[in-house]
């Protein structure tokens, strides 16, 4: 069984630096190597871009479901979602409120932002 630190993980575009060829590359990378660690992060939230890394056609859903399937807390931003018209594609994880997602913010004891 995983070891879930309090730590929150903020995705905050669909790649990681950019949502170019490269950027999704590494987010890929980074998620897979994130699930092969025997630490994870008790949280991920998604915002801005990052939602349609949890939406239909994402590229990383098979790596964010194994997240999911070791206790991680998958939560969207449900205001992105609507924006982005992604609400009905979301394949994993729960939406969530910004205030959620403050409230997640304000109690981890460690917060990254990829």
């Not at 949280?43 to 990383?60: D, E, N, P, R, W």
Request: glycine share 8%; charged share 25%; hydrophobic share 40%.
């Amino acid at each position: 069984m995983s070891n879930l630190k309090n730590t929150l993980i903020q995705i905050t575009r669909q790649g990681m630096a950019s949502d170019d060829e490269l950027g999704q590359t590494l987010i890929a990378n980074y998620l897979r190597l994130l699930g092969e660690e025997e630490e994870l992060p008790r949280f991920i939230a998604f915002y801005h871009g990052g939602v349609k890394l949890i939406c239909t056609g994402s590229s990383v859903l098979t790596e964010l479901r194994k997240l999911e399937e070791r206790g991680v807390k998958l939560m969207a931003c449900k205001t992105c979602l609507n924006y982005f018209d992604l609400a009905e594609q979301v394949e994993i994880g729960v939406q969530a409120t910004m205030i959620d997602i403050l409230e997640l913010q304000k109690v981890a004891d460690k917060v990254i932002t990829v």
